[in-house]
């Protein structure tokens, strides 16, 4: 079955910058504890997308690369939220007219309709101007120092005196993509990050040479290494995250269902569905890696953070996941299956404290409903 995949829509014979990809249903995987099934979807690239030199949002990004520069460096803290505010309503309009609709149902689908989705829009548009902003901070002169407070380090380091290594599954929240990883530098915790080549605001060559590389750099200066996903490459890629966690270190891996040759589909909230990635739980499945989830919130517009990593997530017995032996060592869907549904509850934790903060949410309804579409793939980040 062929399926649609979210992506920008494009005029009929216009150069595609994104890869298609034919996508179909692997397994419907019943977890018994739990009384519900994981949708696991396989994708195989059937044509490859054009690279554009420059797309059309790059100017855009780097006037507001340099714009907030300017403010992290002049401005004092207390501006910094209200300038993000007054900036996301330059295209409001726009993005009302585009997107608000999806996001009114996929919200509306997890949380309920009681929900006042035009205020959370409002607000999740000033959160993607927060991240910029975030990132600037860490470029300008002077030292920005908001407080991060972490919790649950307690279960990931009892993880690792096990000697099995450990997987931090990472939600696409605003603040994730350096806070988080500035929280887990400061309290002690040196990761692996694991990334695609594309990370960062453009996936054009002018993006991956110009306007990417700063936000590279200063997640950088919180990681051990990072481990750049190519999917031409994903046996040497997997062999490397398999040697960090058999040598005890933490990979950090970003719930982004792009990278991966296969993602999975399970309810979430009152009615929605969620996609999320199958990489996680199939490393810990297969390699008997701890696995935990993380999400960082804003708490205080630029001030004050907080980096949430969970209890260990123990599917079944509740009992740490046992060495792989055996059949153990081949994909178990079962078993990753649960682990899915382990750390979408976790998901739907964080989403109920900061559900603006959210990049990226999924439809609010079933992938399968969509189907008979091109699959286009918007990309990763």
Same mark, same amino acid.
């Given at each position: 079955?062929?399926?649609?995949?979210?992506?920008?829509?494009?005029?009929?014979?216009?150069?595609? *910058?994104?890869?298609?990809?034919?996508?179909?249903?692997?397994?419907?995987?019943?977890?018994?504890?739990?009384?519900?099934?994981?949708?696991?979807?396989?994708?195989?690239?059937?044509?490859?997308?054009?690279?554009?030199?420059?797309?059309?949002?790059?100017?855009?990004? @780097?006037?507001?690369?340099?714009?907030?520069?300017?403010? !992290?460096?002049? %401005?004092?803290?207390? #501006? #910094?939220?209200?300038?993000?505010?007054?900036?996301?309503?330059?295209?409001?309009?726009?993005?009302?007219?585009?997107?608000?609709?999806?996001?009114?149902?996929?919200?509306?689908?997890?949380?309920?309709?009681?929900?006042?989705?035009?205020?959370?829009?409002?607000?999740?548009?000033?959160?993607?101007?927060?991240?910029?902003?975030?990132?600037?901070?860490?470029?300008?002169?002077?030292? #920005? @120092?908001?407080?991060?407070?972490?919790?649950?380090?307690?279960?990931?380091?009892? !993880?690792?005196?096990?000697?099995?290594?450990?997987?931090?599954?990472?939600?696409?929240?605003?603040?994730?993509?350096?806070?988080?990883?500035?929280?887990?530098?400061?309290?002690?915790?040196?990761?692996?990050?694991?990334?695609? *080549?594309?990370?960062?605001? *453009?996936?054009?060559?002018?993006?991956?040479?110009?306007?990417?590389?700063?936000?590279?750099?200063?997640?950088?200066?919180?990681?051990? @290494?990072?481990?750049?996903?190519?999917?031409?490459?994903?046996?040497?890629?997997?062999?490397?995250?398999?040697?960090?966690?058999?040598?005890?270190?933490?990979?950090?891996?970003?719930?982004?269902?792009?990278?991966?040759?296969?993602?999975?589909?399970?309810?979430?909230?009152?009615?929605?569905?969620?996609?999320?990635? *199958?990489?996680?739980?199939?490393?810990?499945?297969?390699?008997?890696?701890?696995?935990?989830?993380?999400?960082? %919130?804003?708490?205080?517009?630029?001030?004050?953070?907080?980096?949430?990593?969970?209890?260990?997530?123990?599917?079944?017995?509740?009992?740490?996941?046992?060495?792989?032996?055996?059949?153990?060592?081949?994909?178990?869907?079962?078993?990753?299956?649960?682990?899915?549904?382990?750390?979408?509850?976790?998901?739907?934790?964080?989403?109920?404290?900061?559900?603006?903060?959210?990049?990226? #949410?999924?439809?609010?309804?079933? %992938?399968?409903?969509? @189907?008979?579409?091109?699959?286009?793939?918007?990309?990763?980040?």
């Amino acid at each position: 079955m062929r399926l649609r995949w979210l992506g920008n829509s494009r005029k009929a014979g216009q150069p595609l *910058s994104s890869h298609i990809y034919h996508t179909e249903i692997i397994a419907d995987v019943l977890v018994p504890e739990r009384g519900e099934s994981v949708r696991f979807f396989s994708r195989k690239l059937i044509r490859p997308g054009k690279l554009r030199g420059f797309a059309n949002k790059d100017l855009r990004e @780097s006037l507001l690369f340099c714009f907030y520069l300017g403010v !992290a460096a002049t %401005l004092p803290v207390a #501006w #910094w939220a209200p300038v993000c505010n007054w900036a996301s309503t330059f295209r409001r309009k726009r993005h009302i007219r585009k997107e608000f609709v999806g996001y009114d149902a996929a919200v509306k689908a997890v949380l309920g309709d009681h929900v006042d989705t035009q205020r959370l829009f409002r607000n999740h548009l000033a959160a993607e101007h927060h991240r910029r902003l975030i990132l600037a901070a860490h470029l300008a002169p002077g030292r #920005w @120092s908001p407080a991060i407070r972490i919790e649950g380090l307690d279960g990931l380091r009892e !993880a690792l005196r096990r000697g099995r290594g450990a997987i931090v599954w990472c939600d696409q929240f605003i603040a994730q993509t350096i806070i988080g990883k500035r929280a887990l530098f400061e309290a002690g915790i040196q990761a692996h990050q694991v990334s695609v *080549s594309f990370h960062g605001f *453009s996936e054009s060559k002018f993006g991956l040479n110009v306007l990417n590389p700063p936000l590279v750099k200063v997640e950088n200066r919180f990681l051990k @290494s990072r481990i750049v996903f190519e999917r031409a490459d994903a046996y040497q890629v997997t062999a490397r995250i398999q040697k960090t966690l058999k040598e005890n270190g933490v990979v950090l891996m970003t719930n982004t269902i792009h990278a991966g040759s296969t993602f999975t589909e399970a309810t979430m909230g009152k009615n929605g569905w969620t996609h999320l990635a *199958s990489a996680p739980a199939n490393f810990a499945a297969r390699a008997g890696a701890a696995l935990f989830a993380m999400s960082t %919130l804003e708490t205080t517009p630029f001030r004050e953070y907080r980096a949430i990593v969970s209890p260990e997530l123990k599917p079944g017995t509740g009992e740490p996941t046992p060495r792989p032996t055996g059949d153990m060592a081949t994909k178990n869907l079962v078993l990753q299956a649960a682990y899915i549904l382990s750390k979408r509850d976790r998901l739907l934790e964080a989403l109920e404290l900061q559900p603006e903060q959210m990049m990226a #949410w999924s439809g609010a309804s079933r %992938l399968t409903e969509l @189907s008979d579409q091109p699959a286009v793939e918007n990309g990763a980040s």
